[in-house]
């Protein structure tokens, strides 16, 4: 598919590169980071981390085929921030909140925002429901909290597959996102040791992410740099796919949720005789329902 490219459309690019040994996916997704950032308000440093995820949720969901596929990452953590949820389906349309929306932390010795301090030590869930009677569902350690390094573990550990992931958030002074972006790099099993050495190369030459977003880079200029001169064959760029932060919440569904907390509570919403706003987790929007609309609801819930 071709897209125009313009600001305001954020976008995934999927490669592959050196004759098909290695895929790769590069993003850039300013707008889907600061419609996070201003949906949860979200201090700098969530913003980060929430962002990264984001980020690697619209890549990791377009590697997905299925119309109704759809992927959680679930980071849960012993820091301030607590952690944080994904989702994203094959279309790369994704969504997320943090546990906390707003941690305050000094910069980290690098003078970076701190994600691996408001994150802490935890785990990184990665569930892919494919439409099967059990959903995939791959549980490791966090290694740095930084959450790139995090799933290029998973990827090695839980898939078998050696990547190499990049993922940064740049923020404006007035605490708005300036930039957002990564990348995601996978070795094929038939890889020859020549190709790995010179990405390594590549890989450790390069700046962050942000860095290169910064100089004007796009997502194909990105792993053009990384990937075309590590043998005779080059990349080639296979699909543009836009990506965005979007919730499919609507009145209807968040109604099906108090219907579920059942007739008990719903009674005691009722007996308060006021009118009740229910917040969306992902997206933040509220939702409002009457005493009346609980009176309907209540005929539909089970006694618990
Ligand atoms: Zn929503």
Do not use: W
């Not at 313009?6 to 590169?17: F, G, H, L, S, V």
């Not at 996070?36 to 980020?55: E, F």
């Not at 959903?135 to 959450?147: A, D, W």
């Not at 290169?212 to 043998?231: A, N, S």
């Amino acid at each position: 598919m071709k897209i125009e490219k313009n600001e305001n459309q954020d976008y995934i690019i999927r490669a592959t590169a050196a004759n098909q040994q290695i895929r790769a996916f590069a993003a850039t997704t300013r707008n889907m980071v600061e419609e996070a950032r201003s949906r949860h308000d979200t201090s700098p440093v969530v913003t980060a981390a929430l962002g990264r995820l984001l980020t690697a949720g619209a890549m990791m969901g377009s590697m997905m085929k299925g119309e109704k596929d759809l992927l959680t990452l679930q980071i849960h953590g012993s820091g301030p921030m607590k952690g944080m949820t994904v989702t994203a389906d094959s279309r790369a349309n994704v969504k997320g909140y943090p546990y906390e929306p707003v941690v305050m932390l000094p910069a980290n010795d690098k003078g970076k925002l701190d994600v691996a301090g408001a994150v802490g030590i935890g785990v990184l869930n990665v569930i892919r429901d494919m439409g099967m009677k059990e959903p995939y569902n791959g549980q490791t350690v966090l290694q740095t909290s930084e959450i790139a390094e995090d799933l290029t573990y998973y990827f090695a550990t839980s898939e078998q597959i050696p990547s190499s992931v990049g993922l940064g958030v740049l923020m404006e002074r007035d605490n708005t996102v300036k930039q957002a972006g990564g990348f995601i790099i996978q070795l094929m099993p038939y890889v020859e040791e020549e190709v790995i050495m010179a990405l390594e190369k590549k890989l450790a030459d390069m700046h962050s992410v942000t860095a290169l977003l910064e100089e004007g880079k796009t997502p194909e200029m990105i792993l053009r740099y990384l990937l075309d001169d590590l043998d005779d064959h080059g990349i080639e760029v296979l699909d543009t796919i836009p990506t965005a932060f979007y919730c499919n919440c609507d009145k209807k569904r968040v109604e099906k949720a108090i219907i579920s907390i059942g007739k008990k509570d719903i009674k005691e919403m009722i007996e308060d005789g006021k009118d009740i706003e229910v917040k969306c987790h992902f997206c933040n929007t509220a939702y409002s329902f009457t005493v009346e609309e609980l009176q309907e609801i209540l005929k539909q819930a089970k006694s618990k």
